[in-house]
């Protein structure tokens, strides 16, 4: 059973380009979090996503952050018009269907850079 | 609104010592606490969480407690090894009941052969 796995590894935007970072949770889990690691600064919560739905998105940014899990396919989150403070580690993580607050298992992470 | 305290911030032991590491929360109506381990340059692995319910959890050479009334939980570390060298980080669940967790800045830890 693969873990969580996110891609790409490392992705560098130029200011103003879009990053699109992809997230696959491990089989048979129906819950999806996107967590940020900032520069020298802790894992700070973002977004939780079920299939099709957005539970709770109070962590992300108001503008030009967006968040999806469709129905078939990865998780998306979208940074539009990023600018050099987005340069950040993004991690995803997933648990099984459950009340939510099951074990939580990440994803390597996606390093992006911000030229 | 909850806050989460780790210390040490870093730790630097020979190998073989066991280890306390200690994390600490200021509202004590929590659903679980989940400590995890960060290796440089990769996500987070979780080593236990432990329910609101229960006072402690056991997985190999680690045992994390839990003591809700006082707003702590301890990593023991025994028989520490070079390999357990990584930053450990402690989790609370913020409001909900789901996974939306405040995370501890950390302990780093370095074990030398």
């Known amino acids: 059973n693969a873990g969580v796995m996110q891609n790409p590894r490392h992705l560098v935007r130029r200011r103003g380009q879009e990053a699109r970072l992809r997230c696959s949770p491990m089989?048979?889990?129906?819950?999806v979090y996107w967590y940020r690691q900032l520069p020298e600064e802790g894992l700070k919560f973002m977004v939780y996503?079920?299939?099709?739905?957005?539970?709770?998105e109070s962590g992300m940014p108001k503008e030009r952050f967006s968040a999806e899990f469709p129905k078939e396919g990865p998780s998306i989150l979208r940074i539009q018009q990023v600018v050099r403070g987005d340069s950040a580690a993004y991690f995803c993580?997933?648990?099984?269907?459950?009340?939510?607050?099951?074990?939580?298992?990440f994803g390597s992470g996606t390093q992006l850079s911000v030229l | 609104k909850q806050e989460v305290t780790q210390i040490p911030a870093a730790l630097s032991v020979p190998e073989g010592e066991n280890l306390v590491l200690n994390c600490s929360f200021t509202?004590?109506?929590?659903?679980?606490l989940q400590w995890f381990r960060q290796d440089p340059g990769k996500g987070l692995t979780s080593l236990l969480l432990?329910?609101?319910?229960?006072r402690e959890q056991t997985s190999g050479r680690l045992n994390a407690s839990l003591d809700k009334s006082s707003g702590r939980s301890t990593l023991y570390i025994a028989a520490s090894q070079p390999g357990d060298s990584a930053t450990y980080l402690c989790?609370?669940?913020?409001?909900?009941?789901?996974?939306?967790?405040?995370f501890g800045a950390g302990t780093r830890l370095a074990v030398h052969p």
């Open positions: 993580a997933s648990s099984p269907p459950g009340l939510g607050n099951e074990k939580l298992f």
């Open positions: 089989k048979g889990h129906s819950h």
């Open positions: 996503l079920q299939k099709e739905n957005i539970i709770d």
């Open positions: 509202d004590s109506a929590i659903y679980n």
């Open positions: 432990i329910q609101s319910s229960q």
């Open positions: 989790a609370v669940p913020l409001s909900g009941g789901y996974n939306k967790l405040i």
